[in-house]
């Protein structure tokens, strides 16, 4: 009886201090969160243009390999534009004003957990590497910032930093989001780079892993 007895105990024992470990794989770590892309520039706006290269053609190209690696991490993606057009969608009298306006007011209609415009930079020959722009009174924004440049910078090798701004689209929004400028299309290298479709996926890996270890952050237990 006290045999019984005490294998009942253990039993119970067990299977108090048994807590099921639940895997997620890393194929859902993105689920349920609502991210959207904003490609910056389009239309009749080109962004940077070097050498023939326009920047808000790759900035779409980057944005839709963005788009493809967080839905295959569970996201749902939306995305501002997904053709060579700005918001307004007029071609002729560009309004940067109107276009930007229109951009802010799309991404906030979505609701999204945050958002990422995303960019490249144009400067000397000389100056390269990704950057990442949060709104200066955003604590979220320059948490984003610094998981998605600690990603980038492993691709990137950028030795700049993280940086706050006022840039009109971080400030007029309600949503959480960064800017990204992914490098440099006036260094011929980094043009190089920036042109090849293996690098947007590489780009995308790296942006989607920081998102991911911002959220990771954010469920931890303090
Ligand atoms: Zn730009």
């Avoid at 349920?32 to 904003?38: A, E, Y």
């Avoid at 006022?166 to 260094?187: D, P």
């Avoid at 989607?208 to 469920?219: C, E, R, T, V, W």
Wanted: hydrophobic letters at 35%; glycine letters at 6%.
């Amino acid at each position: 009886m006290k045999k019984m007895m005490s294998f009942i105990i253990l039993f119970a024992l067990c299977t108090c201090l048994y807590k099921p470990v639940i895997h997620v794989s890393s194929s859902q770590l993105l689920n349920q969160r609502v991210i959207v892309l904003d490609p910056g520039h389009g239309g009749l706006d080109n962004g940077a243009s070097i050498a023939g290269v326009d920047e808000d053609e790759l900035n779409l190209k980057i944005s839709f390999a963005l788009k493809e690696e967080l839905e295959s991490r569970g996201a749902t993606v939306y995305m501002t534009r997904t053709d060579d057009q700005d918001m307004t969608r007029r071609n002729y009298n560009y309004s940067k004003q109107d276009d930007m306006y229109l951009r802010a007011l799309k991404i906030d209609e979505y609701q999204p957990d945050l958002f990422l415009s995303i960019h490249l930079n144009s400067s000397n020959s000389s100056a390269w590497g990704s950057q990442v722009f949060y709104y200066k009174k955003s604590e979220d924004g320059k948490r984003l910032a610094d998981s998605i440049h600690n990603q980038m910078k492993i691709l990137t090798g950028t030795r700049k930093n993280i940086s706050s701004s006022s840039f009109y689209i971080l400030r007029a929004t309600q949503s959480l989001g960064v800017l990204i400028e992914c490098g440099f299309l006036s260094n011929a290298n980094e043009r190089g780079q920036l042109k090849s479709r293996s690098y947007h996926k590489k780009l995308a890996t790296v942006i989607s892993d920081g998102i991911q270890d911002y959220f990771q952050a954010l469920s931890a237990p303090l």
